[in-house]
């Protein structure tokens, strides 16, 4: 057991993870507080989905974990059960895809399985979180016909269903939220509307750990920037102070330009 101050929900602490004989994060090191909106970028297979596996947990994420330790608030992440875990972490993964030709409505209720809840709440719940994701007309849909974008908000909405007690205005303080690539399939409007929308979930206290390729789409949202390069974190803080040429040129390995913009902060372009 480590002493962490009360509103610390995650500690990464000198994470080593390898695939095979390759090394792919080497001396990690990262906390996460309560209300936290953390966008983590860098290149094409510098190990982003690994971290986040790994602080997800789960049999195949301590196989790659070769050394370091990983605190969900004060206890290690490995004593934890899988059912535990599912109450206070909640994870949304790069490529997520049904097996089966479930109802969307079907899915979304197997999210609040483990919860013992009135069926009123639980139907309240799932269409209020269906409304927020522009869902609601397609709960009787098949999964597996829907368009990638609309799956894409299904799987998110299934993340949040896990995590949220009963409406989404309530307290969330201590939950955490893992996202790979949450809107790679989106098309403007439900980007904004996503972003618009975790981006109140954390000022509700939900901290959030979310994968972005699209630096211009999520630094006007997230409070904190973390940049993976050279199996490490290069760069941590507020997006203003983490995005410039030099940072950028290490993680990329091109030259980008970066535009200032009034309210947002930088833009990144070619
Ligand atoms: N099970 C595995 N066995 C061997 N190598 C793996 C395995 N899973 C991932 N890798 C390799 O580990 C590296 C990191 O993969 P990871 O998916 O974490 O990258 P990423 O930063 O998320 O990339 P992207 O931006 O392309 O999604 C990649 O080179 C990948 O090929």
């Not at 983490?242 to 970066?258: A, E, G, P, S």
Request: proline fraction near 3%.
């Amino acid at each position: 057991m480590t002493q962490t101050p009360e509103n610390t929900v995650l500690q990464v602490i000198e994470v080593q993870v390898k695939r095979g004989e390759r090394s792919l994060l080497n001396k990690v090191n990262f906390t996460v507080k309560a209300g936290e909106f953390i966008a983590i970028a860098g290149e094409n297979g510098c190990g982003k989905s690994t971290l986040l596996s790994t602080i997800c947990g789960g049999e195949g994420a301590f196989r790659a974990l070769v050394s370091g330790k990983i605190y969900v608030h004060d206890t290690p992440l490995e004593h934890y059960s899988a059912q535990q875990l599912a109450t206070m972490r909640a994870v949304m993964c790069q490529h997520q895809t049904s097996p089966f030709g479930f109802l969307v409505d079907e899915v979304l209720t197997l999210a609040r399985h483990a919860m013992i809840e009135p069926s009123h709440i639980r139907r309240g719940c799932i269409a209020t979180v269906s409304d927020a994701l522009d869902l609601s007309h397609l709960l009787h849909r098949n999964i597996q016909t829907l368009s990638g974008g609309e799956q894409q908000r299904v799987y998110l909405a299934k993340a949040l269903l896990q995590l949220v007690p009963s409406s989404l205005e309530d307290d969330l303080t201590g939950k955490l939220l893992l996202l790979d690539e949450p809107t790679s399939a989106l098309d403007l409007r439900h980007q904004k509307l996503v972003m618009a929308l975790l981006a109140k979930l954390s000022q509700h206290g939900l901290s959030i750990i979310c994968i972005s390729h699209d630096i211009n789409l999520v630094t006007p949202y997230c409070t904190r920037m973390l940049v993976l390069a050279n199996q490490g974190v290069i760069a941590d803080g507020a997006p203003a102070d983490v995005l410039d040429q030099r940072i950028l040129k290490q993680c990329y390995q091109t030259d980008l330009h970066l535009i200032k913009h009034p309210e947002h902060g930088v833009f990144v372009t070619h």
